[in-house]
């Protein structure tokens, strides 16, 4: 059928089915600033303006288009300069974004815009709450809402004529250590309470214990490009809806492919016939376990080898949770192979299902895994459905726990909870010209998928290239093989470009998530506090693959149990045990999730901190800063544990978390509570409080690289591995390599992640990036600055030593100077010709923990047990801050990401193991118009092992919201719930209990 | 993707044929399953495979609503939006309460808040108001609020117009549109004086996630007496529900928060809600309790404001 309408004010005439939607249509129409995100409208990426109404796409049929209007985001501004052409530059909100740092990942970028446009062409004037209003509809997973809605704000007043509120590198600037009131390390006193508590035996007082930090302060700046909230490299075409993403792109003779999933949790496939699938016209290939090489890998994207068993292949003939790969289509269209997926006859032969990890290793247990090819992997028992068991130990806790005042123990759990990127798998194959096969993929590690899919597909690496454009959001959900293969086998069998998407759906039923867990923990404290022993069992599913298990459940052991050394005893030693079991079960696979088992693990234990503190009738924030690690200490659990390697102790050498405590404490107005007012209260109001540490990379092994190469007008290509997924990680890569070589960030094209193109890199996981690729960039960097003063030194006639770069300049120590444009023109063209270029790459033996305070402020409604979280305070020492805005964006996500996992997100199952919550809206995250407060401070310390002093941001703020959330509701009903998410239900028993 | 769709359609009054009659028509036959269609998220996002053709009412003139306080009712097309649902705030005066004694409360209030606690601004502008009820998802507190209101449903089917209380409506509705016939007005009566008070309250996960449990009331005041009283719930059934047998409890008496209380428990005790993955049965009961009784004491101060 025809539809006519008018399409960013030119008239279109189109055909288009009756069930195609507007969202198909535009894209189809190479109108790709429309994304997809979901099916059922609810995420609001694919918003186009209606008659100028904001409205979503994926649910409007292109039909009901016929005789309006529809704007997108391609009609609002483009970049001003486009060569000859001049143009009205970009739209003021599109800059107003750029300039905020509202731009992370990009995705929903031009749904946020379009409906601030029309809010601002009915009123000019909005108040925050009316732009949170109109943001609501469209989902956000990378800001947590706030610099979007200050962009909107600012160019609301732009669009008035006014003045605009202050950027956000005008906000209140990061804190360095030295100019804190009082000493550095003096011992925190909370307001109203600045007694320490009295000793009560005749061990050491604790508040010597507070005073030990050999603290490492903050220089003065001195730096003109790191430190400065610069804009975003790649905001701009973000801004613009420009086709950057996987998706954006369509060979010609693309086909669509599509996925069978498994209906049944545990079973065979009895038989299974896909003769008339195959004879639909359109369809070019279908796949089963009968048509695909049986390949056994891992999908966890890790560096060789896989630190987890090999217990994967692309298709299987047993099924192992409900979203199992049975087979897969390739056809012309996306309604062709749907109905080829309908016409693929199997029979399952089902078989009893293990859904519950506490019946997973129980005697009698369905075996999830008994195939003769499972490659095992360190402790694992694949006939127990144990994926992986892990041991540390440090001095003895069992006698500690003897000759302690006190012995806590509590049992806490987490839920299974969704990553839920907006931008959901999707995959482009294709052979080149060279018979090489191209994966475009929104993936975080290009590199370890091109090494992991290579013998999978039967293809050396070297005929492989992955190239990672921009990635809708990934927070560890993408650092897997999740759809490449399929997508790969489908290209090889029909030797066309196939495209393979995710629903929404598919994307909750049949990728990763974070790890459940059960806690036990037992703690030995004194009757003063100090703590001597800490003990922590885990029991961890999962799922139905042992991806990760080792390295995320290790991870919360490892740090989650080293902010609190267990060390008071009187011989210093730390008395610490980690036990985990991790279990296969037929639910969906758990994996990599921001923070990588951490916020898991500091649930239990800030929790139970919590617990200990109220029964000690103890200040919780001094309790836990009379206990915490100290710079200058060894980190306790690095010298046990290394993720499956050799592990080699290290040292803490900054630690400001007792300046980020006092901090967060001011801002909260920790302290001014009333005691806990019960069930009979109505609405109470209470804080609460984590610390919580993370960890920078992974020592001895996460590794980056990058080149720069200089151009003829001094401009420079910086490629890099690093796989920048939204978070800014081409920024302040680009920030740092023009800081060494003296010139603007916009002097810079930088490429990231083509595995053609790029040097190594592991790939964006562990919150490596700005430390690990970092200090490959400055080392490229330096490489080619010691070149340019080579060739300046000749040009000017001095060493080349007495050069300075600075202003796009190479400046003689008596004032005279060459561009940096004039050197490249020598260099290439005139004298000694050639090219000014160099590579770096670093691996660090050090993996210098962030630390963090953060505070909850909420309201318990007791009736109905619902929480409203009103205020959220992170204060962080994650060393020096390379871009403040981007930096800020990213806690400010973050604790939205936590925020979820503390009162509203959960996978949920039925007795079948069928997800019952697989859509946005029922599995709930928050919207703009929802949020609490968010404040961020930064206390700068200088990391001496980077050369510019930085730690990681990324991961932190996913491990505190949950239990001070948690806390504070303890501390507001006086009953405390060791279950996440706080439902209205669950608290509400818990009042009833 | 409604896979099977392979037909589409949207009538309008064209001079020969009078838009909704034409609509009744395709709806009517037999051999293609045809259905209506509002703003679609529900249908679209839905993919229902046997959905062969759908009837566009956008071009029925569906879309407007009128308010005028003089003749006592707000009368709001079915393919009126959410959105413009929401924007009747504006003409509401504040929730009544100590700070507004001064303010004469209307079901406005609580008809511009349901419509607005359903999805975000950009799903409010396509979800309908006819869509609301032909789907009366059992927890949307637009549906409550308008069970609460006395609202009534104009019906357009090949035989002529009907009309019907929202309350006998919801129950049979899926019999009615099959027959066909569609959704065409909503009419809310706007009661004279200042005698009658609203109230809406919910349960939640988030403070804009969709309620697990909603009640809605409205009651009338008058010499000290409840003239008029109504009880609606969400959450608490498979579909938005009525309580007359709470309602005539309170109804000819001097009401007390004692009262009120005990019509709330009787509330609870009136339900047998299913419980699902955002609440069990078990707290949906009590809930009914908790939020009946916040539900009228909002009504009666009001109503007494």
Known sequence: MKLTFTLNNAPQTWDVAPNESLLDALRRHAIFGVKHGCETGECGACTVLLDGVPVTSCTLLAAQADGHTVETVESLGEHPEQGWRRTDGLHPLQQAFIEAGAIQCGYCTPAQLLAAEALLAENPRPSEAEVRAALSGVLCRCTGYVKPVEAVLRAAAQMRGEIPPPAPDRLPPPINLVELPGDPGEPFAPPDQSEPPAATDSGPRTQVQVTLPKLVVAPAAETRHVGVSEPK????????????????????????????HSPIAHGYIKHIDASKARALPGVHAVLTYQDVPRVVFSTAGQSHPIPSSLDFVSFDRKMRFVGD???????????????????????????????????????????????????????????????????????????????????????YEVPRVQQAPIEPFVCITYWDEDDRLVIRTSTQVPFHARRILAPVLGLPIKR???????????????????IEDICAHLTIATKRPVKLEYTREEQFIASTSRHPMIIQMRTGVMADGRMVANEMRVLSDTGAFANHSLTVNGNTGHKAMSLYPANKGPDGQSNLRFLAEVVYTNKPTSGAYRGYGVPQGFFAVECHMERIAHELGLDPLQFRLMNVIQAGEEHPMSKVFSEGREARGELIRTNAITECARIGAELIGWGQDEAPQGRAAGVVRAKGVALVMQGTAIPNLDMGAASIKMNDDGSFNLLVGATDLGTGSDTVLTQMAAEVLGCPPEDFITTSSDTDFTPFDVGAYASSTTYISGAAVVEAARKVADQIRAVAGRLLAVPAEEIMLAERQAWAADGRSVTLAEVALDSLHRTGQHQIMAVGSYVSPD????????????????????????????????GMIVNPAAAVGQIEGGMTQALGYAVCEEMLFDDEGRLVNPRFGDYRIFAADEMPELQVR????????????????????????????????YNAIGVQIPVIPLTPERVWRALHA | MLLNLH????????????????????????????????????????????????????????????LDPNLGALSAKAMVTRAQLAGLEAAAPPAPGPASHAAKDTPLRILAAGARRWGGNVQRN???????????????????????????????????????????????????????????????????????????????????????????????????????????????????????????QLVDQALTPELISAAAARAAECVQPAGDFRGSAEYRKAMVGVLAKRALQQAWQGAIA
């Open chain 1, 233 to 260: 490299v790649d905001a701009v075409k973000l801004a613009q809806g420009k086709p950057a993403f996987v998706a954006d792109i369509e060979p010609r003779g693309m086909l669509v492919g599509k996925i069978l």
């Open chain 1, 325 to 411: 790969r049975v087979a897969a289509v390739a056809a012309e269209t996306e309604e062709i192979a749907q109905r080829a997926l309908d016409l693929i006859e199997v029979e399952f032969e089902p078989l009893p299902a293990v859904l519950d990890s506490r019946q997973s290793m129980q005697p009698g247990a369905p075996i999830i895994h008994d195939q003769p090819d499972y490659v095992p992997f360190a402790e694992c028992d694949p006939q127990r459905n144990l994926a992986s068991h892990i041991h540390m130990e440090l001095g003895n806790v069992d006698e500690a726990v003897q000759h302690a005042d006190y012995v806590f123990e509590g049992e």
């Open chain 1, 464 to 482: 492989i290239r992955v190239i990672k454009p921009r990635v809708g959001g990934g927070f560890g959900n993408k650092q897997e093989v999740m």
């Open chain 1, 847 to 878: 993996s210098p923990p962030p630390f963090a305070a953060q505070f909850a402020d909420v309201a318990v409604d007791t009736e109905t047990g619902q929480v409203t979280v009103h205020k959220l305070v992170m204060v962080l020492d994650c």
């Open chain 1, 938 to 969: 930064f206390v700068q310390t200088y990391e001496p092992t980077h050369p510019f002093g930085v730690k990681a941001v990324a991961e932190i703020p996913l491990d505190g919201v949950g239990p001070a959330v948690a806390n504070a509701v």
């Open chain 2, 7 to 66: 037909q589409y359609y949207r009538p309008s009054d064209d001079g020969s044929q009078d838009g909704l009659a034409r609509a009744l028509e395709l709806l009517a036959r037999p051999d293609v399953r045809t259905v209506p269609l509002a703003g679609g998220d529900t249908l679209i996002g839905a993919g229902d495979r046997t959905v062969e053709a759908v009837v566009d009412l956008q071009s029925l003139g569906l879309d407007s609503y009128s």
């Open chain 2, 126 to 248: 396509r979800a309908t108001l006819g869509g609301a009820l032909a789907t009366a998802a059992a927890n949307d507190p637009l549906v409550v609020a308008l069970l609460a209101c006395d609202a009534r449903v104009l019906l357009c089917a090949q035989a002529g117009y009907r009309t019907m209380p929202l309350a006998e409506f919801l129950p049979e509705r899926q019999q009615i549109l099959a027959a066909p016939a569609l959704i065409t007005d909503v009419v809310v009566p706007l009661p004279p004086g200042r005698l009658t008070g609203y109230g809406l309250a919910d349960v939640a996960r988030t403070p804009a996630d969709a309620p697990i449990v909603v009640a809605a009331a409205a009651i009338t005041v008058s010499y000290g007496i409840c003239a008029h009283a109504r009880l609606a719930l969400g959450g608490a059934a498979p579909d938005p529900l009525r309580l007359p047998e709470v309602e005539v």
